[in-house]
């Protein structure tokens, strides 16, 4: 059967923020660009993002890239590679104007200049005390952005395919990747695109756990596509947890809730993270906040009848600052919570939020893997960008607002690459005489099948095992009972069943499909994870806690390197991390207090 | 304690029937299902053919949008407890069905292309930020947070007969968004755009979309601060 083949100069697969920040470079530069979205532009998981886009502007406060980029690795649990980390601060003004320009309706000032709002381990003079560098729209920053940037595409004619799920990678006999395998969800049929260039954009796993601040299309379709094809998952043991997930319910209330002076509470009503972080209190970065949460519950100072969550109180912001700074936070507590913000505290819960890992680059977005003894060996044709990509800026742990940027900087520097490297001129590879057979195989299976477990069943008990064994806190046991669990749920996902067998915007099969995905994403991460002998930002392990050799149980001497996890074989290799930035000096290492 | 509910769906699914029909499902509901999403996620875990778009859960993507009980709407921000035991659910009415409750949106998404919907700015952009006046951003509250979900257009009888020549409520919506944002250059020509007895005056002021949207926008104000333009315009 003849597919129909789409050939374009670059496809970027993913549609939210890196997807579009580069599309729209790629377009303005007059090369043909094809985006393919498994939902409408605007509904990509960047429209959910609240708080604000980091960039130390100083427009409230003095601030400059050299704190941004301190704070940047100190976050990071200093995982991160500091070059890439030093690129990202000092870009980071610029992308935000360039945004500006394009006419994001960012919050404003008295004297006209964009508004911003204090965050998660961000500081003024190294720790010293909390600085503005959010830049914000109320607390609907992603939502802006995004439509935006879907805006400044209309805006450039870039070409969109919606509701098209990308399948599989397509590498020729050399390694190279010369297009992608997709399927339009509305008649069900599978096409070829044929492309000089491939570029992810295609956001993180976050569904892989059970209780997630994720929507259900972030299922990690980018790395499983990667791993089938071969390419390493980088650092996937860290997960962040978002202090404050609505209890119960998991959708998000920002960060910018402290940002604009909210505190948490335990249940004799002390704020407690004053003990803990005597600096930046609240304001502490993300795993650090989360893991005092978890440990106020676990001595039993917890809120409710069940001692369970953390109250998260705004009552002393009034009634104005909030409906001006933070409406969607009142929203949400109203529909998800039943409880008015304005008037009383907000049970929260750290809850799944953000992949740290991803598919290896370097900071053009280019893939890199090891070959012939060079840890990072490119790729050709094929760019990671966003959240599915590690490049790695947020190593360990990232600091809030650090997302859209880093969506917003490598997204554009992507692009620039390609327009830098004369992509246009160059011709495209020959596709292989066997492009399509893999992924249409795999829906045949599917279309084929009458017994066989539901995909949805198989999912929900792979998710609620990564819950189990890769939570908040981990202890060694936990995690290697986690690897058998997940490796064994992995096998039955081979074999699923679809009672459903219309060709017509067929969700059950787009479902079916996204399992595949999921199970590659939990297995790197429950692999990686149960390997890693340390505790590291998010990678809190019982086991390995503090000692005067190791403080906070991090051991620099064996572990300060990234995980390279490979599908087959669940095969584990490392590389070092980066410590050397562009032209400044390094941030030596230290033990992190706040 | 069970909650029993009666679901009434819109079924078609061209590859296999002739015609749409209502097809019945009986559901008991746990504490945790909250919100009608949830209800309908478990629906498909009966019935996996049963088709719906959805994505984030909390009321920003815009996917699942339907029309509930006869009242556009979205599935996540729709608490069950705001239901009756029965639930009648179609798709959105006024576009093609593709499937179940899923529409094709290419009408509405062409009205809103058909008003730029983005800043046009010609002269060179400053090293930073185009300063704003905080008055002059507040304008924009009430029309940039718009998803893009549609219920308002597909509720409006007069984008119903005119899809194709009114631009409807959230195209209008996005368009004062622009005409409104005091960063922007072509504001007549957006005005311009507009003049016409389909585009913009086929609004007869009848207020489903104020009614209906999920996120509590006024595109009827939007609409007639637009018609004042124009009218002072001629003036």
Partial sequence: MALSVHKYDAVVVGAGGAGMRCSLQLARAGLRVAVLSKVFPTRSHTVAAQGGIGASLGNMDEDNWHYHFYDTVKGSDWLGDQDAIEFMCREAPKVVYELEHMGMPFDRNPDGTIYQRPFGGHSAKYGEKPVPRACAAADRTGHAMLHTLYQQNVKSNTTFFVEWMALDIIRDAEGDVVGVTALEMETGEVSIFHAKCVLFATGGAGRIFAASTNAFINTGDGLGMAARA?????????????????????????????????????????????????????????????????????????????????????????????????PSVHEIGKNFANVDVIKEPIPVVPTIHYQMGGIPTNIHGQVVVPRNGNPNTVVNGFYAIGECSCVSVHGAN?????????????????????????????????????????SLARIAKLD?????????????????????????????????????????????????????????FNTARIEALEVANLMEAAKATMVSAAARKESRGAHTVDDYGDTPEHPLGRNDEVWMKHTLWYSEGNRLDYKPVQTKPLTVDTVPLAKRTF | MADKRTFEIYRYDPDKDAKPYMQTFEVELEGTERMLLDALMK????????????????????????????????????????????????????????????????????????IKPYIVNETVAPEKERLQSQEDREELNGLYECILCACCSTSCPSFWWNPDKFVGPAGLLAAYRFIADTRDQVREERLDNLEDPYRLFRCHTIMNCVDVCPKGLNPTKAIGKIKDMLVKRAA
Avoid at chain 1, 413 to 421: F, K, W
Avoid at chain 1, 481 to 487: N, R
Wanted: hydrophobic share 35%; net charge positive; glycine share 8%.
């Fill in chain 1, 448 to 504: 084929q099948s009458n017994s066989g477990e539901y995909p949805q069943d198989v999912a929900n008990d792979l998710r609620r095992a990564m819950q189990t064994h890769a939570g908040v806190f981990r202890t060694q046991k936990s995690m290697d009972e986690g690897v058998v669990k997940v490796l064994a749920i992995a096998e039955r996902a081979a074999s699923l069943s679809l009672k459903d067998k219309s060709k017509v």
């Fill in chain 1, 398 to 438: 990232r600091l809030g607002t650090n997302s859209l940027l880093d969506l917003l900087v490598f997204g554009r520097a992507a692009g620039n690459h390609l327009i830098e490297t004369a992509l246009a001129s160059k011709a495209h590879k020959p596709l292989p005489a066997n492009a399509a057979d893999y």
């Fill in chain 2, 43 to 114: 629906l498909k875990k009966m019935d996996d053919s049963v088709s719906f778009r959805r994505s984030c859960r909390e009321g920003v993507c815009g996917s699942d949008a339907m029309n509930i009980n006869g009242k556009n709407g979205l599935a996540c921000l729709t608490n069950m407890q705001t239901l009756p035991q029965k639930i009648t659910l179609r798709p959105l009415p006024g576009l093609p069905v593709v499937r179940d409750l899923i529409v094709d949106m290419s009408m509405f998404f062409k009205q809103y292309h058909s």
């Fill in chain 1, 230 to 326: 071969g390419i390493p998952l980088e650092d996937m043991e860290f997960w962040q947890f978002h202090p404050t997930g609505v209890h119960n319910a998991g959708v998000l209330l920002t960060e910018g809730c402290r940002g604009e002076g909210a505190i948490l509470r335990n249940k004799d009503g002390e704020r407690f993270m004053e003990r803990y972080a005597p600096k930046l209190k609240d304001l502490a970065p993300r795993d650090f906040v989360s893991r005092c949460m978890d440990q106020e519950i676990k001595e039993g100072r917890g809120c409710g009848p069940n001692g369970d969550y953390i109250a998260l109180d705004l009552t002393h912001l009034g009634g104005e600052t909030i409906m001006k700074r933070l």
